[in-house]
């Protein structure tokens, strides 16, 4: 079973699924840090919502955990509104996205864990950007998300991703790990296999961004560990092409059954924000390129529907 933010879902009820969006974000520390990071009109994220369900969008994984502008009720009232399956966040996101005082930096590793697994068991807390975790909803996260982008932060105690390590094994629910590099995606496959986590509850964010080690690609995904290619659309980093041309060559390898994709949309890549993309990109525009490089309806299928519902999974 899938959970999601109005409960739990079989995996042949997920649907075709984005595996890595950003549906809303409040105004706060990581608008301070990027303002294309809120997304907080709740009819512009609706209409951007209809349009990924006019395409055949039926779930999407949002990234944004606690503490750092996750706005839970409109998650939930998101999803009622327009019959889209959402699976929330709970865990950390990079420290940048924290002020000096916040709350995120004090606590231990055993209360981390404890609010990771609530948070998965119970319900979501709420007004956690500016307070230590309180009052709650009854809506759940699915997924535990963290992040590693620089060695700093990946510091000698380690506090934050033991605690979420703990509280993957104790639930069961994946971890999705933001990553700023090929290699930081094996350094934190390695670690959180020798905690314990089982490779198949394992999800590496934007190992596409670089397209350099693709060795690592493959021993990662052989190893049974999802890989997520995000940066579609993004051509700063590189052409939609040489996405394509990645994706084949997974495919090729007899990998296709470990990808997952998605846009890790901001407000610059919403067209309802003035964005240049839209979440009706995928169908669109990237899946005819993915057919044009030879990928057939089954293959996308095994990406898109498949994939997600395995990684996303309660296990």
Same mark, same amino acid.
């Given at each position: 079973?899938?959970?999601?933010?109005?409960?739990?879902?079989?995996?042949?009820?997920?649907?075709?699924? #984005?595996?890595?969006?950003?549906?809303?974000?409040?105004?706060?520390?990581?608008?301070?840090?990027?303002?294309?990071? /809120?997304?907080?009109?709740?009819?512009?994220?609706?209409? $951007?919502?209809?349009?990924?369900?006019?395409?055949?969008?039926?779930?999407?994984?949002?990234?944004?955990?606690?503490?750092?502008? /996750?706005?839970?009720?409109?998650?939930?009232?998101?999803?009622?509104?327009?019959?889209?399956?959402?699976?929330?966040?709970?865990?950390?996101?990079?420290?940048?996205?924290?002020?000096?005082?916040?709350?995120?930096?004090?606590?231990?590793?055993?209360?981390?864990?404890?609010?990771?697994? /609530?948070?998965?068991?119970?319900?979501?807390?709420?007004?956690?950007? #500016?307070?230590?975790?309180? $009052?709650?909803?009854?809506?759940?996260?699915?997924?535990?998300?963290?992040?590693?982008?620089?060695?700093?932060?990946?510091?000698?105690?380690?506090?934050?991703?033991?605690?979420?390590?703990?509280?993957?094994?104790?639930?069961?629910?994946?971890?999705?790990?933001?990553?700023?590099?090929?290699?930081?995606?094996?350094?934190?496959?390695?670690?959180?296999?020798?905690?314990?986590?089982?490779?198949?509850?394992?999800?590496?964010?934007?190992?596409? /961004?670089?397209?350099?080690?693709?060795?690592? #690609?493959?021993?990662?995904?052989?190893?049974?560990?999802?890989?997520?290619?995000?940066?579609?659309?993004?051509?700063?980093?590189?052409?939609? $092409?040489?996405?394509?041309?990645?994706?084949?060559?997974?495919?090729?390898?007899?990998?296709?059954?470990?990808?997952?994709?998605?846009?890790?949309?901001?407000?610059?890549?919403?067209?309802?924000?003035?964005?240049?993309?839209?979440?009706?990109?995928?169908?669109?525009?990237?899946?005819?390129?993915?057919?044009?490089?030879?990928?057939?309806?089954?293959?996308?299928?095994?990406?898109?529907?498949?994939?997600?519902?395995?990684?996303?999974?309660?296990?």
């Amino acid at each position: 079973m899938i959970q999601t933010v109005l409960g739990l879902v079989s995996k042949d009820q997920l649907g075709f699924c #984005h595996s890595h969006e950003h549906l809303f974000l409040a105004d706060g520390q990581p608008a301070k840090v990027n303002p294309v990071l /809120r997304l907080d009109e709740y009819n512009l994220s609706i209409s $951007e919502l209809k349009l990924f369900k006019s395409v055949g969008g039926q779930a999407l994984i949002d990234a944004q955990p606690l503490g750092c502008g /996750r706005m839970e009720k409109f998650l939930a009232a998101a999803s009622k509104d327009c019959g889209v399956n959402i699976v929330a966040s709970t865990g950390f996101h990079k420290m940048a996205f924290y002020d000096k005082s916040h709350w995120i930096h004090s606590f231990t590793e055993d209360q981390l864990s404890r609010i990771f697994i /609530r948070e998965l068991t119970e319900g979501m807390f709420v007004n956690t950007d #500016h307070s230590p975790p309180s $009052e709650t909803v009854s809506f759940k996260a699915g997924n535990i998300k963290v992040a590693y982008d620089t060695e700093r932060q990946f510091d000698h105690e380690k506090k934050w991703f033991v605690a979420a390590a703990h509280a993957c094994i104790e639930t069961g629910f994946p971890i999705m790990c933001h990553v700023e590099s090929t290699k930081q995606g094996m350094d934190i496959a390695e670690f959180f296999i020798k905690q314990g986590v089982p490779p198949h509850c394992l999800i590496i964010c934007h190992m596409d /961004r670089t397209l350099d080690e693709l060795n690592l #690609h493959r021993e990662l995904a052989e190893m049974g560990i999802y890989l997520e290619y995000d940066t579609i659309g993004r051509f700063k980093y590189h052409s939609d $092409e040489e996405e394509a041309e990645l994706i084949v060559m997974m495919e090729e390898s007899g990998l296709s059954c470990q990808i997952l994709i998605g846009l890790d949309t901001t407000r610059a890549r919403m067209k309802n924000y003035g964005g240049h993309l839209g979440l009706d990109y995928i169908q669109e525009s990237f899946i005819p390129l993915l057919k044009k490089y030879g990928l057939n309806n089954e293959v996308i299928h095994q990406i898109t529907v498949v994939n997600p519902a395995e990684a996303f999974s309660k296990k």
